[in-house]
């Protein structure tokens, strides 16, 4: 079956400006994760999602960032005001339930000019 | 503060030959481990994992081992190809916890 899909594959942006990355989970599964991985650094936690809702937003940098998940399937993570320190792959992952095997996404190349 | 870590950033083995990739965590609250592959340009590929009420679990070609009084764990592969070839990262995920922690990854080159 299909896997986790999460457009674009790249995004190059500046400064200052407003970005959406998109993630497409797996069929039937309830979990969502965002995580960001940097250059050198194994991926970060961001927010985990069950359902339609953020159970756990502790991951996210600052208030520029913010994600969503309305129908309890795709999921949109927003930020504003980007920043160069916000370059970096934003990966999605998604799991059957809390606490079974994540799932991972391509991920999405953000590059902040 | 890194919890999961992976000392050694790159490893070359010969094809044929035992690939053992290793990794140290911090937090005893850690009850959940996991390898996942990585290519360049995709997302981590979930490998192995293993149950902290576990020593071992092998799957084919890969075995991981948890040794928790030392807090350490190793990936073994045998015998490895140059398909292998690709970043390595070690995960954990604390009791009744759901966010991986990920260790910095090792760097696998099988070489034929």
Not at chain 1, 14 to 29: A, M, N, Q, T, W
Not at chain 1, 50 to 63: C, F, I, M, V
Not at chain 1, 82 to 107: H, I, K, V
Not at chain 2, 95 to 110: D, E, P, R
Request: charged fraction near 20%; hydrophobic fraction near 30%.
């Amino acid at each position: 079956g299909a896997g986790v899909s999460q457009t674009p594959s790249n995004k190059v942006t500046e400064k200052g400006k407003y970005v959406e990355l998109r993630c497409d989970p797996i069929s039937g599964h309830t979990a969502l994760y965002w995580y960001r991985q940097s250059l050198g650094q194994g991926p970060e936690f961001l927010i985990y999602f069950q359902g339609t809702g953020a159970a756990d937003d502790s991951g996210l940098p600052n208030d520029r960032f913010f994600a969503v998940r309305p129908e309890g399937s795709v999921s949109t993570l927003k930020i504003q005001r980007t920043e160069r320190g916000d370059s970096a792959m934003y990966l999605c992952a998604s799991s059957l339930d809390f606490r079974d095997t994540q799932y991972f996404g391509p991920g999405t190349r953000l590059t902040v000019l | 503060d890194q919890q999961v870590k992976q000392n050694s950033p790159s490893l070359s083995v010969q094809e044929g030959r035992i690939s053992i990739l290793n990794c140290d965590y911090t937090n005893s609250m850690f009850d959940y481990f996991l390898w996942y592959k990585k290519y360049p340009a995709e997302g981590p590929t979930f490998l192995i994992s293993i149950s902290s009420i576990k020593d071992k679990n092998e799957d084919g070609r890969f075995t991981v081992f948890l040794n928790k009084s030392a807090k350490h764990l190793s990936l073994h592969i045998v015998p490895s190809q140059p398909g292998d070839s690709a970043v390595y990262f070690c995960a954990a995920i604390a009791n009744s916890g759901y966010a991986l922690n990920f260790g910095k990854g090792t760097s696998l080159l099988v070489t034929p």
